[in-house]
């Protein structure tokens, strides 16, 4: 499912132009998105948590160069699904 078929799919539902859906979804990503850069986790009770996860510094291997390479530790953001979310989606009732 693509950003214009949940676009769509809402404007069918709500009875919203689908301009103004548009808006108000780039605007929720958006916000989503501005938040987590503040270095803050987003909550949405019953869908899921989008947080940040710190990823260790680390000791890899180039292997066309045949040498070692650190890699610094980082920050990656993740969604983790609610437990109702994900009991759904794995099928089980």
Do not use: C
Request: hydrophobic share 45%; proline share 3%.
């Amino acid at each position: 499912m693509t950003k214009a078929d949940i676009v769509n799919e809402i404007s069918k539902s709500t009875g919203v132009e689908k301009a103004q859906v548009q808006q108000i979804v780039e605007a929720f990503m958006e916000s989503i998105k501005d938040a987590m850069i503040a270095d803050n986790n987003v909550y949405l009770r019953g869908f899921g948590s989008f947080i940040i996860k710190q990823r260790a510094q680390k000791v890899a291997r180039n292997i066309s160069k045949n040498t070692t390479m650190t890699i610094p530790a980082h920050k990656i953001p993740a969604f983790k699904p609610a437990k109702s979310f994900a009991v759904k989606v794995k099928g089980i009732k």
